[in-house]
């Protein structure tokens, strides 16, 4: 078991010590409300729960602001199952600030007791009197969440939106009900809608797609679900082709993703927002393909996607790499006569590039190390 550095401890004794002096200034209880929530996560760390309930406490009264404490002081007490005592120091931070939280985890309190009923009633309460605060659905929606009270979750959420008057808020919690829920075409729904409001958010949908791609049994049903709402969102047709040629391509399905990349290519031209189209350059997602298809020992995929780069944006600025990235899927194919015919064509194509020498040095190379033709190279 690890025990917190001793010296943090003996400074921690003395910081209280002061912090009784009636001449100890406000800053001074914040910087001892700093060394206290400290050693409450060293305690923490080392499995002392009860000690780190008890410095978290602590730091919550030297400094009543300090929502950090409040919240180590809230998880340690709910693993302790000790409702009294969060009770209790609910009750008295009450007294000292104002903060929607407090009620909401009042609440808490009476559901972890099991009176579902008056803790659903409190919460109403809460939102009854902050009718207008984006932060008391959000805290209110997160306690229902955590308990998994996820219908009433969508409804306090669903709510907000309408007094708010905001189609996108709550967006991502949303979600993350829908995902927990199994409920693909809803998880969905949310993502699209979201980026018909903020098509400039593409790359952060995407990533957030990915990441729920990887979890165990997701792939299928988010790409069934997107395949679906092409019909319903022809505005954001362009970026659910995105999302599905990334979702085909993690299920090694290289035909299905790069017809889907191919059709990025083809309608992000037609999108109209500049913080789209700032990110965007012909034939970008399709050399990618055929980057990460090479990577993934795909010769043929890879020709394939290169192919189309340098024949159908040839104008474009990855018809140089894709000239090369043939080179490499000759090399894989050991076909190095097609691989150094290809390197000329560069050459005669980028006389002026940088990577002119480099392609020269490489078929010094294979004239060298593969074929043993020390004269040519």
Excluded at 79 to 98: F, S, V
Excluded at 269 to 294: I, P
Aim: proline residues 2%; glycine residues 4%.
């Amino acid at each position: 078991m690890k025990w917190p550095n001793k010296k943090l401890v003996y400074t921690l004794i003395f910081a209280a010590f002061l912090s009784s002096h009636p001449g100890f200034s406000q800053s001074k209880r914040h910087n001892n409300a700093v060394m206290l929530r400290q050693a409450a996560t060293m305690y923490e760390r080392a499995g002392q729960y009860s000690l780190a309930a008890d410095y978290y406490i602590r730091a919550c009264h030297e400094n009543p602001g300090d929502v950090s404490s409040y919240l180590g002081a809230k998880r340690m007490l709910d693993r302790l199952q000790d409702y009294d005592r969060l009770e209790e120091l609910i009750l008295n931070l009450q007294k000292r600030r104002r903060d929607a939280r407090y009620s909401v985890d009042l609440a808490l309190v009476q559901f972890k007791r099991g009176n579902e009923e008056k803790a659903l009633e409190k919460w109403r309460q809460v939102l009854e009197e902050n009718p207008k605060s984006h932060n008391a659905y959000s805290l209110v929606g997160q306690a229902m969440i955590e308990n998994r009270l996820y219908e009433d979750a969508v409804k306090v959420y669903r709510k907000g939106r309408t007094v708010l008057k905001s189609s996108t808020a709550f967006t991502f919690e949303l979600a993350a009900i829908y995902k927990a829920l199994n409920q693909y075409e809803e998880l969905v729904q949310e993502y699209a809608n979201y980026l018909t409001a903020n098509p400039g958010q593409y790359n952060f949908i995407e990533s957030e797609i990915q990441r729920l791609a990887r979890e165990e049994g997701t792939l299928k049903p988010l790409i069934n679900e997107l395949q679906r709402a092409m019909k319903r969102h022809k505005n954001v047709e362009w970026a659910l082709h995105l999302f599905l040629g990334d979702l085909y391509m993690m299920d090694k399905n290289y035909e299905k993703s790069l017809h889907h990349y191919l059709q990025v290519e083809k309608k992000i031209v037609e999108v109209d927002d500049k913080r789209v189209k700032g990110g965007y350059k012909k034939g970008k997602y399709v050399y990618n393909f055929g980057d990460t298809a090479l990577q993934a020992n795909k010769p043929d995929e890879a020709e394939k996607a290169f192919q189309i780069v340098i024949h159908e944006f040839a104008d474009g600025p990855y018809r140089a790499k894709a000239e090369l990235g043939l080179t490499q899927v000759y090399l894989q194919r050991q076909a190095y006569e097609q691989a150094i015919q290809s390197l000329e064509r560069f050459i005669d194509n980028n006389k002026k590039s940088l990577d002119s020498r480099r392609a020269l040095m490489m078929i010094g190379d294979i004239n060298f190390e593969n074929l043993f033709r020390i004269d040519r190279a």
